[in-house]
């Protein structure tokens, strides 16, 4: 028997399951702001025409670097790259160019149509990153809940198709943070249905999860132990899915869907190290 509506948002709704989540979005705000105080940013370079296909940029120290795409969450609906920018600096520190995107948002536009912006910003950051001291044969893409099915999607993208001249491995890694690899579920949560607008055929089509294992890239997950069983549930399905792309699978004892996000701007922590890693900065 099917889980009723009620299910799925207790399952889903996060911000209802995380009573500090203002707290959180505050400490999201200001630690943001404070990362634009640092200086060379390059903001709202256009890499499509419409107007939410702007990206910001934090250029590399020297010329070579590995470069780190990070894609913000929000349920596709939600945010934008100013709101999660605080994961920016210490990658910057570590020796990475790093690169926030912002996409258009539901329902404004469809979930394929955010997918597809993804596509075309980077392959502008591949043409381009050598110009802010990236490498473009070093680019990992990361991305947190909604931002990590963004993330992981670009990993089964098949660029030479998308534009002759680029590289089937355009992107070598992808990280997704409490990422949605089955977007079936999300059709049945009376608080996002509405908004995403997805039928049983675009669920399918744009779940990771039943898409063929990517022929190039890996990906690594995290997940917070305080998560709830769907999300958990859909980290424990990629890992099946595809399987040895699957490098990493990581649960974070104590966070939460949301403050699970601090963990990639903690130097020290294993999920900052397991992102350097993928960039070759470990």
């Given at each position: 028997m099917q889980p009723s509506p009620a299910w799925y948002d207790a399952q889903y709704n996060n911000r209802a399951r995380i009573p500090g989540h203002p707290a959180i979005l505050a400490h999201w705000a200001e630690a943001s702001a404070r990362a634009y105080e640092r200086p060379g940013w390059v903001l709202d370079l256009a890499y499509g025409q419409d107007a939410g296909e702007r990206l910001d940029i934090l250029p590399a120290a020297r010329p070579g670097a590995p470069v780190l795409v990070y894609i913000h969450g929000g349920y596709w609906r939600a945010l934008g790259k100013r709101d999660q920018s605080f994961v920016a600096p210490p990658f910057a520190e570590a020796g990475a160019m790093v690169v926030l995107l912002d996409y258009a948002l539901c329902p404004a536009v469809t979930i394929e149509h955010i997918v597809l912006q993804t596509v075309k910003a980077l392959a502008w950051v591949h043409a381009n990153a050598a110009a802010y001291g990236g490498d473009p044969v070093r680019i990992v893409v990361a991305g947190h809940s909604a931002g990590g099915h963004l993330a992981t999607?670009?990993?089964?993208?098949?660029?030479?198709?998308?534009?002759?001249?680029?590289?089937?491995?355009?992107?070598?890694?992808?990280?997704?943070?409490?990422?949605?690899?089955?977007?079936?579920?999300?059709?049945?949560?009376?608080?996002?249905?509405?908004?995403?607008?997805?039928?049983?055929?675009?669920?399918?089509?744009?779940?990771?999860?039943?898409?063929?294992?990517?022929?190039?890239?890996?990906?690594?997950?995290?997940?917070?132990?305080?998560?709830?069983?769907?999300?958990?549930?859909?980290?424990?399905?990629?890992?099946?899915?595809?399987?040895?792309?699957?490098?990493?699978?990581?649960?974070?004892?104590?966070?939460?869907?949301?403050?699970?996000?601090?963990?990639?701007?903690?130097?020290?922590?294993?999920?900052?190290?397991?992102?350097?890693?993928?960039?070759?900065?470990?």
């Open positions: 999607t670009l990993l089964a993208c098949d660029w030479p198709a998308v534009a002759p001249g680029l590289p089937p491995d355009l992107v070598k890694a992808a990280l997704s943070i409490s990422g949605l690899y089955d977007l079936e579920p999300l059709r049945h949560a009376p608080f996002l249905a509405a908004d995403i607008g997805l039928s049983a055929a675009s669920a399918r089509r744009l779940s990771p999860a039943a898409m063929p294992a990517p022929p190039r890239g890996a990906l690594a997950t995290v997940v917070g132990g305080e998560e709830s069983e769907e999300f958990l549930r859909q980290a424990d399905l990629i890992a099946q899915a595809w399987g040895p792309r699957v490098v990493a699978a990581e649960r974070v004892p104590g966070r939460n869907h949301m403050d699970v996000l601090h963990e990639v701007a903690d130097p020290a922590s294993r999920t900052h190290g397991l992102a350097r890693q993928l960039l070759g900065l470990a």
